[in-house]
Structures are given as structure tokens and as C-alpha cells.
């Protein structure tokens, strides 16, 4: 299968950028579109050219890396998957794909389809995690969660921090994101302790970089993760409860 690809070039943070045409000629619908960057690079540097920039890693849906937008869409048209995971099948012969970063205020373009997400990992820096110390593993029969709520946290806790969410708000809001990571951690008996303190300060760090909220709902449409809209009212009661309990935790 012949696919004719306008892919974003950017030589650095300050370079204007342009797109280019390329033509890969011998893809197939098993390839996901990382593996049609590959064919596209392996190409470009048999011609001598500098490959495309663009990240990879476990190439399983897992760790969050490959994001990428394509035909205006973060991951690609396939509701919930990764680009790792976007597969050709549904492309024709000789159609024409377009490949640009995942676009974004909060994420600057680091080179060609690379950004910068690091606006993500400061809001986890600011309170996305357990700081008390939370001593040895308790007996399992002392500390009861019941399995509905495990469940829940684990749902929450499935977000792989991709930032696709952001780049496909029309306000680049991280309310999905923020909103797992509330949830997840507020679930469970250890997050619970500083519950208030981190609302505050994810909050906080939040609004620095990203977007109100308006409750469009594409996030939830690109998220792989399958992070629910739901996750999204988890700021807004996160919000008002660390607004009532300043005091308490
Ligand atoms: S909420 Fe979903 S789309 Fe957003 S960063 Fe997490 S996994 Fe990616
Ligand atoms: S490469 Fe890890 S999620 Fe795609």
C-alpha cells in the first residue's frame, strides 16, 4: 500500500516549522503508525536525509510516549488507542496521512513530532504522589478496602500521562489528567492523608499552564487510558473540599 505522507518538520523550539512530503510505498494494515515512521525513517536515511523525531518506547499502549496527532486528531482516529497501537487498516491505497505533534500551548515543540510535556510532570511533583512516611507493608486484614473501591482506583490509576487529553481540549485543559491522579489517590487509605494539601497544590500548579474546563468531552474520546469524564468532577469536588477543610489535612 502506497501512503503519501505530509509530516511536521521542526529543527528546534524557535524554528517555524513547515511540513513535508514524503511517500512510503510499501506499508501494510498491520503497521501501527509508529512502525510507518520506522518504514518513513528507514527510507530517509538510506537517502542520507535526517529522520524524523519523534518518541517511542514500550510500543504496547503502556508508557505514554508515542503520542502524535494525525489527521488533525492526538493518537489518530481510532477512539482510545495509542499511536503505537493505531493500526493502517483502514487506510486506502495512495491516501494522503498528515503527522504533526500533539498541539498545545502547555506543550512547546521540542523537535519535529517530539514536545515538551514536561507541564505534565511538574503537576505530579507539585502533589501527585504520597509524601508521609508511609512505613512498612500493613497485614492485609488491617487496612480494609473493599474491592469496588480497588477497582475504581485502579481505573483511575490507568492513565499513562500521554497528555493527548490536553492537546485534543479546544481550552487545553489537563482536567482528565489531574482528575485520575486526584481520584486514584483520594481512594485509596494512604492517598487519603493528604488529601486537601494535594488538591491544593495540583491545583495550584495546574492553572499555571493549562486551560479551564468546559466540559467538552473530546479528552475522553482520544484518552487510551479509557480515563472517564467522570474523573473531571474529581477536581471540582477535590476543589471545594480542600476550599472547606483548609485546616485538616
Ligand atoms: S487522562 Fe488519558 S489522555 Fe490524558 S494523559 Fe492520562 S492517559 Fe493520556
Ligand atoms: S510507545 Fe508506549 S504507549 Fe505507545
Redesign the pocket.
Known amino acids: 500500500m502506497r501512503l503519501v505522507l505530509e509530516v511536521w518538520r521542526q529543527d528546534d523550539p524557535r524554528d517555524q516549522g513547515r511540513y513535508e512530503i514524503h511517500e512510503v510505498d510499501d506499508a501494510t494494515p498491520e503497521m501501527s503508525i509508529?512502525e510507518l515512521l520506522d518504514r518513513l525513517n528507514d527510507q530517509l536515511v538510506e537517502e542520507g536525509r535526517e529522520p524524523v523525531a519523534f518518541?517511542?518506547?514500550?510500543?504496547?499502549?503502556?508508557?505514554?510516549?508515542?503520542?502524535v496527532t494525525v489527521d488533525g486528531i492526538p493518537h489518530g482516529p481510532q477512539p482510545n488507542t495509542?499511536?503505537?497501537?493505531q493500526r493502517l487498516a483502514g487506510y486506502q491505497d495512495g491516501r494522503r496521512i498528515r503527522l504533526e505533534p500533539l498541539r498545545s500551548a502547555a506543550f512547546p515543540v521540542i523537535r519535529d513530532l517530539i514536545v515538551d510535556r514536561s507541564a505534565l510532570d511538574q503537576i505530579i511533583t507539585a502533589g501527585g504522589h504520597v509524601a508521609i512516611p508511609a512505613g512498612g507493608a500493613p497485614g492485609a486484614d488491617s487496612l480494609l478496602v473493599s474491592h469496588e473501591q480497588a477497582e475504581r482506583a485502579l481505573d483511575m490509576a490507568a492513565c499513562?500521562g500521554?497528555g493527548a487529553c490536553v492537546a485534543a481540549c479546544p481550552n487545553g485543559a489537563a482536567h482528565l489528567f489531574v482528575g485520575s491522579k486526584l481520584a486514584h489517590l483520594s481512594l485509596l487509605p494512604t492517598g487519603k492523608q493528604e488529601r486537601g494539601k494535594r488538591a491544593r497544590a495540583m491545583l495550584a500548579e495546574m492553572e499555571q499552564d493549562f486551560g479551564p474546563c468546559s466540559l467538552y468531552g473530546e479528552c475522553a474520546r482520544v484518552c487510551?487510558a479509557k480515563i472517564p469524564l467522570t474523573a473531571i468532577a474529581v477536581v471540582d469536588k477535590e476543589a471545594l473540599r480542600s476550599f472547606l477543610r483548609q485546616g485538616d489535612d
Open positions: 509508529v518518541e517511542s518506547d514500550c510500543r504496547e499502549g503502556i508508557c505514554g510516549s508515542c503520542g495509542a499511536s503505537c497501537h499513562i500521554c487510551p
